[in-house]
């Protein structure tokens, strides 16, 4: 029974891909259902178990925006110390930063927005201000010592807008930069992105300074683009990918699927590749699996769909 | 609102894509409802009227194997003569072919496996002693004129044998080239093959003298991976990919799911990345969701969910 992909490495692609795991934050954020706190922690721990060394815990957004994610503070205590597994957090203003940092969070998050449309509806801002309203959170966080990744989503297309051109999205990006931020994570929140467009925007990017080692790449598989952009950003130097344990925050049965790309998907591409990312995809898969469970649901990972079903 | 992606051209990729569609013939033959034979003719023009230049239309295999193309006689005559769209249809043998070219077929397809195993289980027969099957078959088919199309399955792993190696695929389909076929389909059949291990089978094959314009590629969705490969094939030069409309053939709620490349899925990708195809999204996407209607269940395809759900 072939249950992993032959490896055939390819040129000029990174030797290790570090996965920065957002099914804990992203992706129980847009699950209708509200997990218990003790299964949270536990999906955290399973999946730090499985080999990701970067599991973005929950979010210290106000309860009343996010109520999924309400339990932030009894959950980080629970996480405990992970050895060599970061667990950032994200921040929307000062006030989740204080909160994070009270627990001893020590890699935060926060996120802004390519268009004036998403930051108007998202953080009821403009542009401008949201950067402004960054500013300090992201200032006090590396004074506290604290790794700074700012989200940057909308950065191919927009509901509102459509289309987004690279050198707006380049723009905010350079500004997060020049707040302090560590790195970035570009988001194709509406999964309307295809390979030579994030091509486009990663030189475009690289033009302004901006490191491909400082990059991570989010993509939605709205479209069923998430992979072959994936694919596409490795092939420009990429190493850091975002993803979803068994594609959480993605239903395939919800009418406004949002599709965060699975992680299992990705792990298989990058074990065919030859790309080391440190994860047993079996193990990944049995908590994809069992997460299921939790929210009462099949995994919309097509990975998690195969495996499972083979066994059975 | 975004209803296409942005057109952002890549370089080094062909201009234009020609999309083997194979919905109403690998789609509907892995589909457990049985389609009547006028919803059927009326699929396979609403294909061609989307701009489809390549319909496979059914199998004229015995109704005894395949119980849902059992009415190929009865649904060819009536798809009648559609201008500029080919119309292949699969033949498994002499008997096959006798009944296709009686009925006017222009284009057959014969196939083949790659594997011994898959060989046997599927026809009964070693792959040699497959390949003399072919070759009245091929031979009589290019007498009449006929235009041959070899399919290639088991091309990258296989459920008996796991790994498929290069050579043994490549030594297959120089057979089936020296046996008079015009182009080969590379099938994927389990969907287990990642970038890097298409473009090595690829290499592979230009290194014994098969043609790329030769090539066509056919990937299934079961890991999640169709797309992903099917770019790397383009960066390859391949300008022939199958697909199914609405990913049909690949239930998503089935145990074993197939899952073909959906086409629309295949069409927004090539959209956005500036290569022609002649086919209307919109177009091709409202047939998929009247076929979804007539087999009673959701498409699978991300791209036909996401554009149906937005108008909704």
């Known amino acids: 029974m072939t249950d992993l992909p032959m490896v055939v490495p390819a040129e000029g692609l990174p030797a290790r891909v570090r996965i920065h795991e957002v099914g804990a934050r992203d992706g ?9 706190t003790e299964v949270k922690a536990e999906f955290v721990h399973r999946l730090a178990a499985a080999g990701l060394t970067t599991v973005e815990a929950t979010s210290f957004v106000h309860p009343k925006w996010v109520p999924q994610l309400a339990d932030a503070e009894a959950l980080f205590p629970m996480l405990g110390d992970l050895d060599g597994v970061a667990l950032p957090v994200l921040v929307p203003n000062e006030r989740g930063l204080d909160r994070a940092l009270a627990l001893g969070a020590t890699r935060i998050a926060v996120f802004a927005s390519a268009t004036e ?20 959170v992201v200032a006090r966080a590396k004074a506290d010592g604290a790794h700074v990744r700012g989200y940057l989503s909308m950065c191919f297309g927009d509901p509102w807008e459509g289309a987004v051109p690279v050198a707006q999205v380049v723009r905010v990006a350079k500004a997060l930069m020049e707040l302090g931020c560590d790195e970035l994570s570009l988001g194709d929140t509406i999964g309307v992105a295809t390979p030579a467009h994030v091509g486009a925007l990663l030189t475009g990017l690289n033009d302004r300074s901006i490191a491909t080692d400082a990059i991570g790449v989010h993509f939605h598989d709205t479209y069923g ?16 990918v975002d993803a979803s344990a068994g594609g959480l925050g993605g239903c395939p049965y919800a009418k406004s699927a949002t599709g965060n790309l699975a992680t299992e998907d990705l792990v298989w ?21 069992w997460m299921a469970e939790q929210l009462g649901r099949p995994s919309p990972s097509r990975t998690v769909r195969a495996l499972s079903h083979q066994e059975s």
């Open 28 to 36: 129980l954020q847009n699950e209708k259902t509200v997990v218990p």
């Open 117 to 136: 449309s998403f930051a108007k509806a998202n953080l009821n801002r403009t542009v401008d201000e949201s950067l402004a309203m960054f500013e300090p």
């Open 225 to 240: 683009q998430a992979l072959a952009n994936t694919f596409a950003a490795l092939q420009h130097g990429v190493s850091t």
């Open 269 to 289: 591409m990058l074990q065919g590749l030859g790309v080391d990312t440190g994860v047993d995809l079996g193990q990944l898969t049995a908590t994809s699996v």
